[in-house]
């Protein structure tokens, strides 16, 4: 049943972007089997095979990294934590001197990136870890930092002065996928396709706040604003380039309730 506190599962036809299968757990499950559960319901229920898995650090784990690593069939892109166990600040230790070679830097929607590949052991898997510097996002809140915090920056050891430079903008992505950087970064965001999604439920079609109270009427509430979703993202791509918003041609439709045409 619906908790408190729920998590929306979204699947996306990667050739059109659109929904075409949701689920609602409880939000604070977040592992492997969530994970699975989705790969195999969405085959069972659709006959639709799950090749790539886009996944925030809450998901990447020991679980996750035993049954997707390099050789496994679908690929998976995940952010890694900074936590215990997992390499984050070593790759900052071993990567921090090649962070201002032209070599390995690129653009991407306006912001420069330090990135760097390295094949990694991880719980005895073989993976691929990412290393990224988001140069933009470091320097600005770097400055914020600077500004606020000044007693505190001088007195942090000099080690420390070097690794707040790049803070804000140092990142880690852990794959089974052997790609380039730009490229598997370029993936990553692509998850921003989900977000398109969410927001136009959010934004447009009131998702949110849900304001039911019972298991029943949540889950219908959602799968109404799922199929309003995907019959608004439909109409987006019809009247994309014709001259015609979706909001206009919605204004013109309030106000008839009966439409005949000369063809009846």
């Known amino acids: 049943s619906s908790e408190v506190m729920s998590r929306l599962i979204l699947v996306l036809d990667a050739a059109t972007g659109l929904p075409v299968w949701y689920d609602i757990i409880p939000g604070n499950v977040l592992d492997i089997n969530t994970v ?22 809450g998901y990447v784990s020991r679980e996750l990294v035993d049954t997707y690593h390099i050789g496994s069939t679908k690929t998976v892109i ?45 719980f005895g898997q073989r993976e691929f870890a990412y290393v990224y510097v988001d140069k933009f996002n470091a320097l600005k809140r ?22 707040m430079t790049v803070k804000y ?13 730009k490229s598997l970064l370029s993936n990553y965001f692509g998850r921003t ?15 949110l706040p849900l304001s039911k109270w019972t298991d029943e009427t949540v889950r219908g509430k959602i799968l109404h604003d799922i199929i309003d979703t995907t019959a608004l993202l439909l109409m987006r791509k019809q009247l994309m380039g014709k001259g015609v ?10 106000s ?9």
Not at 37 to 57: F, K, M, R
Not at 142 to 158: H, I
Not at 256 to 264: E, G, I, S, V
């Open 193 to 207: 396709e989900v977000e398109v999604v969410f927001k136009t439920s959010k934004e447009y079609l009131g998702l």
């Open 142 to 163: 770097f400055s914020d930092y600077m500004t606020e915090n000044e007693e505190e920056y001088e007195c942090l050891k000099a080690k420390d002065k070097d690794w």
């Open 78 to 122: 995940g952010r890694m934590p900074a936590r215990r166990g997992f390499p984050f600040k070593e790759l900052y230790w071993e990567t921090k001197g090649l962070m201002d070679r032209g070599k390995y830097a690129f653009v991407r929607n306006g912001h420069a990136y330090f990135g760097y590949k390295k094949e990694i052991e991880l």
């Open 245 to 254: 918003s979706v909001s206009e041609l919605l204004g013109k439709c309030q």
């Open 256 to 264: 008839l309730m009966c439409f005949k045409d000369r063809n009846n």
């Open 169 to 181: 903008g140092f990142f880690v992505l852990v794959s089974n996928l052997d790609d380039t950087p």
């Open 36 to 57: 699975m559960t989705t790969v195999n319901d969405v085959a069972a229920s659709l006959g639709i095979e799950i090749e790539s898995l886009v996944l925030d650090a």
